[in-house]
């Protein structure tokens, strides 16, 4: 048996033409058949697979950005039954002390987002001799996009009148499925009366500074 395959073997050599062949030409004719091998292999099985994990990214993207609209449908629907209501009169219904910044962080909480936000920067303008708008800007990053849209769904409310003033996502250099999230949420107050004069001083260059952080997040 050993004897036949030996033959066997001889006569595909002689056939082949291999033992006519130099040893460096053998070792470029092994280097071919190898690279045709891998190639062969990558065409059937690894290409197949690289575009079937595009097309579901590409599908789970799409499908985040519909997710992403509706809310901002949803907050636009909210911000102009705002601004149809009277807004001094549910200004007036609301709790007594009530504070932008402890309610962002209660509905974080509830959200269980809380330990996602890695900042929150209040700040505030004057609208009139009576109103100022009151805002926190919130950074949360590595979140999922089920976690965000439960948070924004809790904290704008027409009877608080807190809507969403700006909205920046973006993916996670790091993690693919998470997101870092720039939002300024917004609200009214009644303006005390011993800080009119203060605010209106600050006001525009609390809007220059917004204004330009909005810029250079744009650029990015």
């Not at 292999?41 to 994990?53: C, E, F, H, K, T």
């Not at 949803?74 to 002390?97: F, N, T």
């Not at 009148?161 to 870092?180: C, G, H, K, M, Y």
Request: glycine share 4%.
């Amino acid at each position: 048996m050993t004897g036949s395959l030996r033959s066997l073997i001889s006569r595909i050599r002689l056939k082949s033409g291999l033992h006519r062949l130099e040893k460096r030409e053998r070792w470029v004719l092994l280097a071919g058949i190898i690279f045709v091998t891998g190639f062969v292999l990558l065409q059937a099985v690894l290409m197949p697979y690289l575009d079937a994990r595009s097309a579901l990214a590409s599908s789970l993207a799409r499908k985040r950005q519909e997710i992403v609209d509706m809310a901002l449908l949803q907050q636009e629907y909210r911000q102009l039954k705002v601004r149809q209501g009277g807004v001094a009169e549910q200004v007036a219904r609301r709790p007594a002390g009530f504070s932008l910044f402890s309610y962002l962080e209660t509905k974080a909480s509830e959200a269980r987002i809380r330990e996602r936000v890695t900042s929150m920067k209040p700040s505030s303008r004057q609208l009139d001799e009576e109103f100022r708008e009151a805002a926190v800007e919130m950074k949360i990053e590595l979140v999922t996009l089920e976690r965000l849209v439960d948070f924004m769904s809790r904290v704008e409310s027409v009877e608080q009148v807190v809507v969403t003033r700006r909205l920046s996502i973006q993916q996670n250099s790091q993690e693919a499925d998470l997101l870092d999230v720039l939002v300024v949420i917004a609200t009214i107050e009644k303006m005390p009366p011993s800080s009119a004069g203060e605010i209106s001083g600050s006001a525009a260059e609390q809007s220059s500074t917004l204004a330009g952080l909005h810029n250079r997040r744009g650029r990015q």
